[in-house]
C-alpha cells in the first residue's frame, strides 16, 4: 500500500460546482495534512493545513480530516476555470527518523467554463 | 521577506557535463529538501539538509548525484556527466521547525528546469 493515495483524476467539474479531492494515507501516527495546488510548468503552493480531526474552511476551500478512517479531502466550492490545476495531498510520516512530509502523485482538476 | 529562491530558473547541458543547481531557503528557515519532477508525474523526493548536514539522502541516485548546505550560502545540488534522462524540473522547499516539533508546510522555490542535450 502506497504511503499517500489519491485519485489521478482528471477530475472534470463545470464552472460554479464544488469539486471534491481525496486521499488516504497509511501511516496511523501522522498529525500534519497539507493540500498543495500546481499550476502546469509551475511550482506547488501550500493552500492549506489541517491538523485536527473536522472541517477547516479558508475562503472557497474546506479541507476535511477523519484520522479514524486516515482520510484528507479538499472541497473547492463556486469552482472558477483558475481552479484547474493539480492538487497535491501530503501528510507527515513518523516513521521515519524525522518528521518526513510524504505527497502523493496529485489529482489534476479541470474547471469547464 | 523574499521566499525560496532557485537559480538558474532554466539550465542546458550537454550530455556529460555537470549541472549546479542553487536554493536559498526563506529566511528563518534552516530545513532543504530537495525534488525531481519529470514531465506528468509527480514529486519525487531526493534529499534532506540541514546546515552542514544530510539528514536523509534515500531519494538520490548512487551514483552522479550529490547535494550540500554548507554553514554559509545556499544548498547546492550537483549532477555530475548529465545524461538525457536527468532532463526534469528540480524543485527546492524550505520549512521551518518549532520547539513542539510540529510539521508546517513546505514553501517552494519557482524550481531550475535542467534539459540536457
Known amino acids: 500500500q502506497k504511503e499517500v493515495e489519491q485519485n489521478s483524476g482528471p477530475l472534470s467539474v463545470p464552472e460554479g460546482a464544488i469539486a471534491s479531492l481525496n486521499c488516504t494515507y497509511s501511516d496511523r501516527g501522522s498529525q500534519s495534512f497539507f493540500w498543495y495546488r500546481q499550476y502546469s510548468g509551475k511550482s506547488p503552493e501550500l493552500i492549506m493545513s489541517?491538523?485536527?480531526?473536522g472541517d477547516k474552511e479558508d475562503g472557497r476551500f474546506t479541507a476535511q480530516l477523519n484520522k479514524a478512517s486516515q482520510y484528507v479531502s479538499l472541497l473547492i466550492r463556486d469552482s472558477q476555470p483558475s481552479d484547474s490545476a493539480t492538487y497535491l495531498c501530503a501528510v507527515n510520516s513518523v516513521k521515519t527518523s524525522y518528521d518526513k512530509v510524504i505527497f502523493g502523485p496529485g489529482t489534476s482538476l479541470s474547471v469547464i467554463p | 521577506n523574499a521566499g525560496v529562491m532557485q537559480n538558474p530558473r532554466h539550465l542546458v547541458r550537454r550530455r556529460g557535463q555537470e549541472a549546479r543547481l542553487r536554493c536559498s531557503p526563506m529566511?528563518?528557515?534552516?530545513?532543504v529538501y530537495w525534488y525531481r519532477q519529470l514531465p506528468e508525474e509527480g514529486l519525487k523526493f531526493m534529499v534532506y539538509l540541514q546546515k552542514e548536514n544530510i539528514i536523509d539522502e534515500s531519494g538520490m541516485p548512487k551514483e552522479r548525484f550529490s547535494a550540500e548546505f554548507p554553514k554559509e550560502g545556499p544548498s547546492i545540488l550537483r549532477i555530475q556527466q548529465v545524461v538525457r534522462g536527468d532532463s526534469a524540473a528540480y524543485f527546492c522547499?524550505?520549512?521551518?521547525?518549532?520547539?513542539?516539533?510540529?510539521?508546517?508546510?513546505?514553501?517552494f522555490g519557482s524550481g531550475t528546469r535542467l534539459t540536457v542535450v
Open positions: 522547499a524550505s520549512s521551518p521547525r518549532d520547539r513542539s516539533g510540529r510539521t508546517y508546510g513546505y514553501t
Open positions: 489541517i491538523y485536527s480531526n
Open positions: 529566511k528563518g528557515h534552516s530545513h
